[in-house]
């Protein structure tokens, strides 16, 4: 009977250990993971803060020119004036016209070629269309081959011809780019200066007067962008400007040699070439 009790009891002690070491070795592993768990203030840290250069081309940078850009250009700017037809008429019955042998000379108008910097200002308003507005003044000297009287220089003016164009892109978002574009340009002269040594017959006296009249007219222009490192881009653009019919006084009222005002009409087609660097905002 004894015996039988003692049996009992350790089997009720057998299975009441082996319901409870499943439980102990649950806390163990639990108590293992938890300890093999990263410590988060030592591996999260701050992103690094590397910017991207003016002078880098990044990830984020964009590619070409598109929609939305807008464009500040410096370029040096080759102004080749292209008289291509002019009439000087004097008074028929002047001094100037008998010394000269006749009244009215045709094609005998130049007019100096200038190199100056220019400032172009560009905004894209879809990926293909553009519009920019170019400012520059040159200065020029004029002459005029009148008959016998040979060359007499004219006298000087500065030009500064507003140019507003709307361009098609072909290749928006590309490095290379190329572009046509039709505009309207003001030619509007200021600083005007008569002849200080005209030479001839009457030593200055022939031209002694500069003004020139406001002209407006078409513009036509081919060029290209090249995205050169980030917002860098070349720019190399070619313009032609019609400017007809542009009227010119080269003397006074009261001059007694050409009996009153000499009359120039001139077509002056200037072809403007530029090359420079533009950046995008």
């Given at each position: 009977?004894?015996?039988a009790a003692?049996?009992?009891?350790?089997?009720?002690?057998?299975?009441v250990a082996?319901?409870?070491?499943?439980?102990?070795h649950?806390?163990?592993?639990a108590?293992?993971?938890m300890?093999?768990a990263?410590?988060?203030?030592v591996?999260?840290h701050?992103?690094?803060?590397h910017?991207?250069?003016i002078?880098?081309t990044?990830a984020?940078?964009?590619i070409?020119?598109g929609k939305g850009d807008f464009?500040?250009?410096l370029?040096?700017l080759?102004?080749?004036?292209?008289?291509?037809?002019s009439r000087?008429?004097?008074?028929a019955s002047?001094?100037a016209a008998?010394l000269?042998?006749g009244?009215i000379?045709?094609h005998?108008?130049?007019?100096t070629?200038q190199?100056m910097?220019e400032?172009t200002?560009?905004y894209?308003l879809?990926?293909?269309?553009?519009?920019d507005?170019?400012?520059?003044?040159?200065?020029?000297?004029?002459?005029?081959h009148?008959?016998n009287?040979?060359?007499l220089d004219?006298?000087?003016f500065?030009?500064?011809?507003?140019t507003l164009t709307?361009?098609?892109?072909?290749r928006?978002?590309k490095r290379?780019?190329p572009?046509?574009?039709?505009?309207i340009t003001?030619?509007?002269?200021?600083n005007?200066?008569?002849a200080t040594n005209?030479g001839?017959?009457?030593?200055?006296?022939v031209?002694?007067?500069?003004?020139?009249k406001?002209?407006v007219?078409?513009?036509f222009n081919?060029?290209f962008?090249y995205?050169?490192?980030g917002n860098?881009?070349?720019?190399?653009?070619?313009k032609?400007?019609?400017?007809?019919?542009?009227?010119?006084h080269?003397?006074?009222?009261?001059?007694p040699i050409?009996?009153?005002?000499?009359?120039v009409?001139?077509?002056?087609?200037?072809?403007?070439?530029g090359?420079?660097?533009?950046y995008r905002?």
């Amino acid at each position: 009977m004894a015996t039988a009790a003692l049996f009992a009891l350790g089997s009720v002690s057998f299975a009441v250990a082996q319901t409870a070491a499943p439980g102990a070795h649950t806390s163990v592993s639990a108590s293992s993971t938890m300890q093999a768990a990263p410590d988060a203030s030592v591996h999260l840290h701050a992103p690094d803060d590397h910017r991207c250069g003016i002078f880098q081309t990044c990830a984020n940078t964009k590619i070409g020119l598109g929609k939305g850009d807008f464009v500040v250009r410096l370029s040096a700017l080759g102004v080749i004036t292209n008289n291509t037809g002019s009439r000087v008429k004097l008074n028929a019955s002047s001094p100037a016209a008998a010394l000269a042998g006749g009244s009215i000379f045709r094609h005998n108008v130049s007019v100096t070629n200038q190199v100056m910097p220019e400032l172009t200002l560009e905004y894209f308003l879809t990926d293909h269309l553009s519009l920019d507005l170019i400012a520059s003044s040159t200065r020029h000297e004029a002459a005029a081959h009148v008959g016998n009287l040979g060359k007499l220089d004219a006298g000087s003016f500065w030009i500064l011809p507003p140019t507003l164009t709307a361009a098609y892109h072909f290749r928006p978002h590309k490095r290379f780019n190329p572009y046509a574009g039709l505009g309207i340009t003001v030619a509007i002269f200021h600083n005007m200066h008569q002849a200080t040594n005209l030479g001839g017959a009457f030593n200055g006296a022939v031209f002694d007067a500069m003004h020139m009249k406001t002209n407006v007219g078409p513009s036509f222009n081919l060029g290209f962008d090249y995205q050169l490192v980030g917002n860098w881009f070349f720019n190399f653009d070619i313009k032609q400007i019609l400017l007809f019919n542009q009227s010119v006084h080269l003397s006074q009222r009261g001059n007694p040699i050409t009996g009153g005002r000499v009359r120039v009409h001139d077509d002056v087609h200037p072809t403007v070439v530029g090359a420079g660097i533009e950046y995008r905002f």
